[in-house]
């Protein structure tokens, strides 16, 4: 195990690396830079700026300055909010995986619940239903489902605030403040629950259907054990089994912020400054929150793998 | 399965990023928009009667402000409010030092916590502000500026000649990275300060603690209220300061020391901008004891409507007004900002370097449709470079080019442009086309709808393209791949600012010893008459050049809870000037 380890962690190293060159070029090539926008500026003043800067350098000395600093974890300075990059990850990304934890925790928690059911009552009235449900929440665009909720539940009914984290000049704190964000997240957290159930309950559904057709269930069942016995620690395990793997890859999309729902939501997570960041070309914090998103995915892989292997003896690494 | 979403969502929310960032059929876009704070002076306006109305330009349905028919209706949420006024903003970053921040929208903030020499009023006039009054010598290139006795930073330090000509010192610095206009200005000694060859900037001089003088190579009228912009302490920003060493002042950011009606409390990034009344400011401490800038990135609609905001913009559309007015506790104004929207024109191509090709196409486009019905009436069309609010506006002696497609098929004739092969029009064998570019936006598509009939009428081939986003549409422009661009001013505080992208900016094709001889002559005299005079012939030599093809203002309407009195807002410094005097009644 700790020789697959060592292997493991010189790959992902090479693969890091790889992909900091790639994502550094593709944003070096892409039209326009930070100074481009300005178009207030005179030719004179975009070269000095893009001298200060020094984005008038080849880019791969730009992308030998920009790692050599990334090593000594000095990810620069943001060059739209004139503030370091990774102070900015402090101030944007909690309020993303707050939002993104629970959501996904609730979705999972309710995906395997009705998942489970399902598959057990295959083409029961409740299986019918819930398909019916998964397809219509799986085909309503999160834009449309989060200001139908608004104008409902926020506008009209008046019993959640329509965005924020917050309640706008509020000084509360302690136990007060955590209900507030309670209530400013119950929102977001919906729609996000929503629109993660669908394919999730789909994907549990179907190997919990595929996992209840084996000999061994049938053999449990033959056994004479009792059918919620059978349920939940055989067939609940095994249809479990391949999900681990999704675990992994959740960890990059906890901390990567949702655009949408952040942006309908006004809530104020790092989603939204990354897209507002691509569009001022704003490559420091670019360059970083890529990269720390693909730190973010290569260390999923790895603990999904780990995962696996502790979940299912039979799998060697 | 996550991934895709994400994907997918990123391209849609890039296209409406953009849709918001760069067209006037955006969802409200807090109070003013994007552009670089240190060209429009901040702090607040002299102008006492702040109760007044801004000048009152018909905007849709609206021609007059509105007034809140039953108050009763306001969401408990706002009523609940004593002291504390809430506004929207779009994305402060917090970095809130005037001079080095990139964003407009830190420069609301700014403009709250600074003052600034000297300011303008509802018509873009200057007027004193920290400088009790001003002196321009003869030869139009030395400004003394008087300061008021007395003025302090919040902190209680005195304010004096000492903090501006540091200000003005710190922008020749070799390292300052800002969008300031002060080093275009020329100062005297500014370019061998920032080489490092003097040790201060020759023609900054201190005559007493009230009183300095600054002495430029040559004559700029909009010097007065570019150098009579926000001032820094020297005791607190100047305290680290070496020369070409800047970093340290990004420290400052977030922990602003100003002098204007406002002092920070908080910021929480995403979130808001907690600001408390200054007592130490000049005018006495503002009647509202706090003041927020809400972060609205998304909609206002129902921020305005559960009463988490006080005051919110919109475009001037018939459904926007209506749909407002029945709220019933929402006064309205209407508002049109100092910015004028064109087509960039390529005059390297052959046929765009023709006149009456240009003038061809102003002719041939039916403006009316694209920038006013389509808009439900937000919106007018523009024929001069300057924005109807301005002192210098004029429609004397200026063509309208009305919808006429026989007048530009005259013209086109006339210019040797003659209908071929498939009705496209040839000259010399080649084809009469027109690549245009603009970024995706709602009144893009209406423009490229429209336009696709216009131009087709007239024998010309349209060849449309568009851009997600507004920094490659600028680089496509740049690499001269084009023949038509739609843009859009940031905010015009001075005349000269309309024209300043044909002058050392970045349409360098437009070569006409004229305008650069009508252009230095308005900007050789502070005279507002004499400038008056010559602005006029700029703007009809423009109107009949058209070096770019002028398309449209924008029109918004502005909509506050109705308890909110004493609130005007100014084109050019947006409600800074009238803030300190608002009282919730």
């Keep these: 195990m700790s020789a697959y380890l060592t292997k493991r962690m010189l790959y992902m190293l090479i693969i890091l690396f790889a992909a900091s060159l790639l994502i550094f070029c593709l944003y070096a090539l892409t039209p326009g830079d930070f100074i481009t926008g300005n178009i207030k500026l005179t030719a004179e003043r975009k070269a000095e700026l893009r001298e200060i800067y020094g984005l008038n350098k080849p880019v791969l000395e730009r992308y030998w300055t920009w790692m050599s600093h990334a090593f000594h974890g000095d990810f620069g300075y943001s060059l739209a909010q004139q503030k370091p990059v990774l102070q900015l990850f402090g101030d944007y990304i909690w309020n993303s995986f707050l939002l993104a934890a629970v959501s996904t925790f609730l979705t999972w928690l309710i995906a395997v619940i009705i998942g489970v059911i399902s598959a057990y009552k295959q083409y029961s009235w409740f299986d019918t239903l819930v398909m019916i449900a998964i397809f219509a929440a799986m085909s309503l665009p999160s834009f449309f489902i989060g200001l139908f909720l608004i104008k409902i539940?926020?506008?009209?009914?008046?019993?959640?605030?329509p965005g924020g984290m917050t309640t706008t000049g509020?000084?509360?704190?302690?136990?007060?403040?955590?209900?507030?964000?309670?209530?400013?997240?119950?929102?977001?957290?919906?729609?996000?629950?929503?629109?993660?159930?669908?394919?999730?309950?789909?994907?549990?559904?179907?190997?919990?259907?595929?996992v209840l057709k084996q000999d061994y269930i049938r053999t449990a069942r033959a056994k004479g054990l009792r059918e919620r016995k059978v349920l939940f620690s055989h067939a609940l395990r095994n249809a479990l089994l391949p999900a681990i793997t999704l675990v992994g890859f959740e960890l990059p999309a906890l901390f990567g912020g949702s655009i949408i729902i952040e942006q309908i939501f006004n809530w104020p997570g790092i989603g939204q400054l990354y897209m507002k960041s691509f569009g001022l070309r704003d490559y420091p914090l670019l360059m970083g929150f890529?990269?720390?998103?693909?730190?973010?995915?290569?260390?999923?892989?790895?603990l999904s793998d780990i995962l696996y292997r502790v979940a299912d003896p039979r799998v060697r690494l | 399965m996550r991934k895709s979403t994400f994907v997918l969502s990123?391209?849609?929310?890039?296209?409406?990023?953009?849709?918001?960032?760069?067209?006037?059929?955006?969802?409200?876009?807090?109070?003013?928009?994007a552009t670089p704070a240190s060209s429009a002076p901040g702090g607040a306006s002299t102008n006492s009667a702040a109760s007044s109305a801004p000048e009152v330009v018909p905007a849709g349905a609206l021609s007059e402000p509105f007034t809140?028919?039953?108050l009763t209706k306001l969401p408990a949420a706002a009523q609940k409010r004593t002291d504390t006024i809430i506004v929207g903003l779009t994305d402060p970053?917090?970095?809130?030092?005037?001079?080095?921040?990139?964003?407009?929208?830190?420069?609301?903030?700014?403009?709250?916590?600074?003052?600034?020499?000297?300011?303008?009023?509802?018509?873009?006039?200057?007027?004193?502000?920290?400088?009790?009054?001003?002196?321009?010598s003869d030869d139009q290139l030395t400004y003394t500026f008087y300061l008021r006795k007395d003025l302090k930073f919040s902190d209680g330090s005195p304010l004096t000649a000492e903090d501006v000509a540091f200000t003005w010192t710190l922008q020749y610095d070799k390292a300052y990275d800002g969008g300031s206009s002060l080093p275009s200005l020329k100062v005297k000694g500014g370019e061998a300060y920032k080489a490092g060859t003097?040790?201060?900037?020759?023609?900054?001089?201190i005559i007493d603690p009230q009183t300095l003088s600054v002495t430029l190579e040559q004559p700029n009228a909009t010097a007065l209220v570019t150098l009579g912009s926000n001032v820094l302490s020297k005791a607190y920003y100047g305290k680290d300061y070496k020369f070409g060493q800047l970093e340290y002042i990004k420290k400052l950011h977030e922990k602003p020391l100003g002098d204007g009606p406002y002092t920070l409390e908080k910021f929480i990034p995403g979130q808001e901008v907690r600001l408390v009344a200054n007592p130490n400011y000049f005018k006495g401490k503002p009647k509202t004891e706090h003041f927020i800038y809400k972060t609205t990135s998304g909609d206002a609609w129902q921020f305005l409507e559960t009463g988490e905001v006080d005051y919110a913009s919109f475009p001037a559309t018939e459904e926007n007004i209506t749909k407002l007015k029945q709220l019933g506790y929402v006064n309205i104004l209407p508002y049109t900002p100092s910015t004028y929207g064109y087509m960039q024109v390529n005059l390297k191509h052959e046929q765009l370097k023709d006149k009456r090709v240009r003038q061809a196409i102003a002719y041939g486009l039916d403006r009316q449709s694209i920038y006013v019905d389509a808009a439900e009436g937000a919106g007018a069309v523009a024929n001069i470079p300057a924005s109807p609010i301005s002192w210098s506006y004029t429609e004397e002696g200026i063509n309208p080019y009305k919808y006429d497609p026989e007048q530009a098929k005259k013209l086109l004739d006339e210019a040797g442009w003659t209908v071929g092969a498939g009705g496209i029009r040839e000259k010399d064998g080649k084809p009469l086309s027109i690549h245009y570019l603009a970024?995706?936006?709602?009144?893009?598509?209406?423009?490229?709808?429209v336009a696709k009939e216009n131009f087709a009428a007239l024998g010309i081939d349209f060849q449309p393209e568009i851009f997600a986003d507004f920094n490659s549409l600028v680089s496509k422009t740049e690499s001269g791949d084009y023949d038509l661009v739609s843009f859009s001013t940031s905010m015009l505080t001075d005349p000269a600012d309309g024209f300043m992208q044909f002058f050392d900016g970045e349409i360098t094709d437009y070569d006409n010893p004229k305008f650069t001889e009508l252009y230095n002559k308005a900007l050789a005299t502070t005279d507002i008459e004499q400038r008056k005079a010559v602005y006029k012939e700029l703007y009809q030599l423009f109107n009949d050049e058209l070096p770019v093809i002028f398309t449209n203002y924008k029109k918004t309407v502005y909509a506050y809870n109705g308890r909110i009195e004493n609130l005007s807002v100014s084109p050019f410094i947006g409600l800074a000037g009238s803030l300190p005097n608002w009282t919730l009644k």
């Design chain 1, 153 to 161: 539940l926020a506008v009209d009914l008046k019993w959640l605030p």
């Design chain 1, 170 to 210: 509020s000084t509360v704190a302690g136990f007060a403040y955590f209900k507030e964000v309670v209530q400013h997240m119950t929102l977001p957290v919906i729609v996000m629950t929503l629109l993660g159930l669908g394919s999730l309950t789909r994907y549990f559904r179907s190997n919990m259907i595929d």
């Design chain 1, 290 to 302: 890529t990269m720390f998103l693909a730190i973010l995915t290569v260390i999923g892989t790895l």
């Design chain 2, 10 to 33: 990123s391209l849609f929310l890039a296209a409406s990023l953009l849709l918001s960032a760069c067209s006037n059929n955006s969802s409200p876009e807090a109070a003013s928009t």
């Design chain 2, 68 to 70: 809140a028919t039953d």
């Design chain 2, 93 to 136: 970053s917090g970095a809130f030092t005037p001079y080095f921040q990139e964003s407009g929208y830190d420069g609301n903030v700014s403009s709250l916590l600074y003052a600034s020499l000297v300011t303008v009023d509802d018509k873009g006039v200057p007027t004193p502000e920290l400088a009790e009054s001003w002196e321009v």
């Design chain 2, 198 to 205: 003097a040790k201060t900037v020759e023609g900054i001089r």
């Design chain 2, 439 to 449: 970024s995706k936006s709602k009144s893009s598509d209406i423009f490229i709808a």
